[in-house]
């Protein structure tokens, strides 16, 4: 079959692979329709987050029910379906306690308590590196999908492969970080990063009973995007104070809730680059300095961008004098899927306007030039095999 697969950072090429294959009982294996490229995808292509063997990338993906394990009972063929991109056995303490991220079976090679920097992980993702359980993922003609009774969902027969697509991750990661908040109604939230994660976060938060909602980004093109999709009000840090301007906007407070769905490579000048040199740090954390910065005394920062290394210099005495709430990590999609299958379905909500660009799979080396350097408008891409 043919799929996209990373070979060194700033490659990613369509190769000719083998099938995949049913391993254990409870595997399906699925012909993907339609997959999408995620922000997370760009830190394997950067090379911030590491891979050295060749891997099918893809882990926002649906498709139809090909072939079944005998162990399976959910499923059948012919069956179409969204697959939540952690890989989760259902059965451990963690799955069993809504956290099936942290999944104590999927990544048997390098799971563990610590968290480190390459040592011990959560629970796998599917096609997320070696350290992340190293299963092919879905950017390609077909994948297997193990504990399929477990995260598989059947989509609606009125929605379009484009319109629940994104069910997968992006719109259940933007859900979580808004729901972690726990908004009475009216808050005002200001969400940084307005790429899809971040656009899905600002659907969230209307959906979730915000008075305001305040997008921040670099880029006047993705921030048009925020008005024309969302609504939105917008700020772009090259144009002002970000944290001064929040201020304003709520009688000097700041926002009631602050969401970085940017994570640890955001745009940074010389001076950045050579204070992460000087500290032995990878990448930069300064969107959650400045949501900390952002946030309103007591508010809650969520974090959903993506965190992988160590940071001196952590402002641990403003979360304490600010008694700031801060929530965070991989989107727990399973607790949120059905609930928010059923909002795409009874159309609360629309998740295929922020697609700018639709290829055929052969293209995803394309796709991926064209997401990484934002070139030509480019907000999402769709490949369909
Ligand atoms: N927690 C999860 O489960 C989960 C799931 C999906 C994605 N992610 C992560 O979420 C993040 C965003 O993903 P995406 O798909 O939207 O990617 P993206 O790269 O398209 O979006 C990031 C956006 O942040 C903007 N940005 C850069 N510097 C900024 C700054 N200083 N202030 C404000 N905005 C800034 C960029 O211009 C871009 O529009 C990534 O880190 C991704 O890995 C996490
Ligand atoms: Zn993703
Ligand atoms: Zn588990």
Redesign the pocket.
Known sequence: MKAAVFHKPGTIQVDQVEDPRIQEGGDVILRVTATAI???D??IFSGAVPQTNPMVMGHEFMGIVEEVGPAVKNLKKGDRVVVPFPIACGKCFFCSHGASPHCENSNYEHYGPDGGLTGQKGGALFGYTDLYGGYSGGQAEYVRVPYADISPRVVPENLTDEQALFLT??FP?GWSAIDWAQLKGGETVAI???????LMAQKAAWLKGAGRVIA????DY?LEKAREVNKVETLN?REVDVVEALRSMTGGRGADVCVD???FE??RNFLDKVKATINFEKGSM??IEMCLRAVRRGGTVSI???YGTPYDNFPVHRMFDKAITIHQ???PVLNYVDELIGLVKEDKVVLDDIITHTLPLAEASKGYELFDKKEDDCVKVVLKP
Do not use: M, N
């Open positions: 995620c922000g997370s760009l830190h991750d992006i990661t940084f990063g307005s790429g899809p994660v971040g921040i980004d670099p880029l993705r840090p769905a940017v994570g955001p745009e300064k969107v959903v961008g993506v990590g991989q989107a």
